[in-house]
């Protein structure tokens, strides 16, 4: 089976553009989360996702959003771009919404971002 | 809120040592607790979980780790390390409140083996 899929591997954007990654979750897995990594750090939360709801949110400004779509795909949205959006964006899927149990998270290769 | 605290970022050892990361986590009951390694270029992978149960947790890679309640810890060893664990370690839990799809990462280990 395929694992977590995100597009693109790379990319790079301007001051002030915007920008939308995309992940596919593993089949059957309904929830999808977001995580910023920035060089050096570990993974910070940013958004959760489980039946096309908004289950949790990470202390990221409004700049960032997010949804999922009817086949549990998912994209980040992140507007008026700044040099400290530049990190490796991480998306990782469960079976879970992680209240009713603790599926485990399987994370995708990321989305490497940088921003001039 | 869960908070956990990698000690070191930065560990070195020979090929064939022992490894040893350690985590130590804050709150008042027994969290939930996670390693992942990620290599370089690449997304994190799941190593152990502790949830409930044995305190002794086997993962893949010949890893284990055991959770320490009277300790707060969840330190990571492996009896003889390969050239092949070089690579990011990162310690992990979930808020209490909030679930497991929510976790909060330690700032990471890289663990670096010399021949």
């Known amino acids: 089976d395929a694992g977590v899929t995100q597009s693109p591997t790379h990319l790079i954007k301007t001051r002030g553009q915007q920008v939308t990654l995309r992940c596919s979750p593993i089949?059957?897995?309904?929830?999808v989360s977001w995580y910023q990594q920035v060089l050096g750090q570990g993974p910070q939360f940013i958004f959760q996702?489980?039946?096309?709801?908004?289950?949790g949110r990470g202390n990221f400004p409004d700049r960032f959003s997010a949804r999922q779509f009817p086949n549990y795909s998912s994209e980040l949205n992140v507007n008026a771009l700044l040099l400290g959006d530049s990190a490796l964006y991480l998306c990782?899927?469960?079976?879970?919404?992680?209240?009713?149990?603790?599926?485990?998270?399987?994370f995708g290769p990321g989305t490497r971002l940088t921003v001039l | 809120a869960q908070s956990v605290t990698q000690l070191g970022s930065h560990v070195s050892v020979s090929e064939g040592a022992l490894v040893l990361l350690r985590c130590n986590y804050s709150?008042?009951?027994?969290?939930?607790l996670f390693w992942y390694v990620q290599y370089p270029n690449q997304g994190l992978q799941l190593l152990l979980k502790?949830?409930?149960?044995?305190?002794l947790v086997k993962g893949i890679n010949g890893f284990e780790a055991e959770f320490k309640k009277s300790e707060t810890s969840f330190h990571l060893t492996k009896p003889s390390a390969h050239m092949s664990d070089a690579a990011e370690y990162f310690c992990?839990?979930?808020?209490?409140?909030?679930?497991?799809?929510?976790?909060?990462f330690g700032q990471g280990t890289r663990l670096t083996i010399n021949p």
């Open positions: 502790y949830t409930t149960g044995a305190t």
């Open positions: 709150s008042s009951v027994p969290p939930y």
């Open positions: 996702y489980y039946e096309k709801e908004e289950r």
């Open positions: 089949s059957g897995h309904k929830s």
């Open positions: 990782a899927s469960s079976l879970d919404n992680g209240l009713a149990g603790l599926g485990t998270q399987y």
């Open positions: 992990a839990a979930p808020p209490r409140a909030q679930g497991a799809q929510k976790l909060v």
